[in-house]
């Protein structure tokens, strides 16, 4: 966080957008003199009951804010709506300042950052790599420097892989901790608005003041504010043995890992080896089973009467829902009932999961040859999470043998975020 003023620190995040020189990054930002009017405001009302007094925020472009466009990547669709969204509206109240909106895969669809009509965000460490979707240009913004903070979206890792791929924090709440009322939906059972930021503890203060019951989205859950806990002295951590883990040929994300868990160590975990099949029989769910519907259901006026509107990529994957049938959506809910029994277990053995954020970094090459599998493989370790309503925070541990950051994402239960936010904070790089 930033000690300058809140004008101050608004001429500083344009100054830095333009230095960073991406027109892929943001889809629309607010005028300068206008922000610094806003930031001015602020400043003359003092912090005194202002949290996140005259910080910087991004907002990814399928969640409202108030003066700006929302788009979720697809022109044919833009709106301008009427008010900030919930979330937005409550980071407005507690100081923060939006600069604009960022770039996203199309609706939300996708772990990569490269399925955008709009280009694709140059990622923050390392140009010939991806930036990680589906909330690229969130993470990119905090990545470089630009902004303080920035909201995501999460359905199947959104919230955490394109933070393993830009070397900043993802916190991935528990489903209805933020409201989702103002945020445009994939699979609205499983969407959740989620936190990017450069370390746990700045993570954990936006998400205090983010979460709250909102009586106006049905997804709401009247839970326990956030609170960032201490890391208990011992911990008992599962990982899937070795025979299970999934690198796709990447040796330092291999090696890596390793490390990471040896630094878990170190703070006073014992590794739990754990069978992870039944979680990746649940993570297999969501792409191969009928959930995808619930993003043609979200974009149904616009995939059948303008199909051309859409990005050829994102067009094949949700357009391949039209077929399926009630029958079907019934069968997988069955089955996801039976893996959460099978599952449950697990989460009651140990006190979090400790998983790779990213079984391999991808290049925009990597994917030029092969967009949907890669996109797949980097959701290994995340696409479950939200099925099982899980919590998950992604923070970077260590370093890479190629000198990339390597980043853990623990997961716990529901509820479990603040808890997982302590373990975070001792073991962050």
């Known amino acids: 966080m930033s000690e300058r003023s809140p004008v101050a620190a608004v001429r500083a995040a344009y100054a830095a957008l333009r230095a960073y020189n991406d027109p892929a990054l943001f889809l629309s930002v607010h005028d300068e003199e206008a922000s610094v009017h806003r930031a001015g405001e602020i400043e003359a009302a003092g912090p005194a009951g202002k949290p996140l007094y005259g910080l910087l925020f991004a907002v990814k472009d399928n969640i409202d804010a108030a003066g700006l466009p929302t788009t979720a990547a697809c022109p044919a669709f833009s709106y301008q709506p009427k008010a900030s969204s919930f979330v937005v509206a409550r980071l407005e109240a507690a100081g923060a300042i939006v600069l604009g909106k960022t770039n996203l895969d199309q609706f939300a669809t996708g772990l990569v950052g490269v399925r955008s009509p709009y280009g694709v965000p140059r990622n923050a460490l390392n140009a010939k790599l991806i930036p990680g979707g589906s909330s690229s240009g969130s993470a990119v913004a905090v990545g470089a420097g630009i902004v303080d903070f920035s909201l995501g979206t999460d359905t199947a890792g959104s919230g955490r ?65 956030f609170e960032l806990k201490a890391k208990p002295a011992k911990l008992r951590v599962g990982v899937p043995p070795a025979g299970q883990r999934k690198f796709f040929g990447d040796a330092h994300a291999e090696a890596a890992y390793a490390a990471d868990l040896e630094r878990l160590k170190s703070h006073g975990a014992d590794l739990v080896e754990l069978d992870f099949e039944p979680l990746h029989a649940v993570a297999r769910l969501l792409y191969e089973g009928p959930w995808v519907a619930e993003r043609y259901a979200a974009t149904k006026p616009l995939i059948e009467e303008h199909p051309e509107a859409f990005f050829p990529t994102t067009l094949k994957i949700i357009g391949g829902a039209k077929g399926l049938t009630a029958v079907a959506a019934f069968e997988a809910m069955y089955k996801l009932a039976d893996l959460k029994r099978k599952t449950a277990p697990i989460f009651e053995s140990v006190d979090c999961l400790a998983v790779p954020t990213l079984p391999r970094l991808y290049t925009l090459a990597d994917l030029e040859a092969e967009p949907i599998l890669y996109n797949s493989n980097l959701g290994t370790y995340t696409n479950f999470v939200n099925l099982l309503d899980l919590a998950a925070i992604s923070v970077p ?33």
């Open 161 to 225: 892989i394109p933070a393993g791929m830009n070397g900043i924090v993802g916190l991935k709440p528990t489903l209805g901790l933020l409201s989702g009322t103002g945020m445009v939906p994939a699979c609205r059972t499983l969407d959740t608005i989620s936190i990017f930021a450069r370390s746990v503890e700045f993570a954990a203060k936006v998400a205090a003041v983010a979460a709250g019951y909102d009586e106006a989205d049905a997804y709401s859950r009247p839970l326990a504010p």
């Open 397 to 429: 541990v260590g370093m890479r043998g190629d000198g990339h950051p390597s980043s853990l994402t623990l997961i716990g239960k529901a509820q479990s975020d603040g808890a997982l936010a302590g373990i975070a904070t001792a073991i962050a790089a």
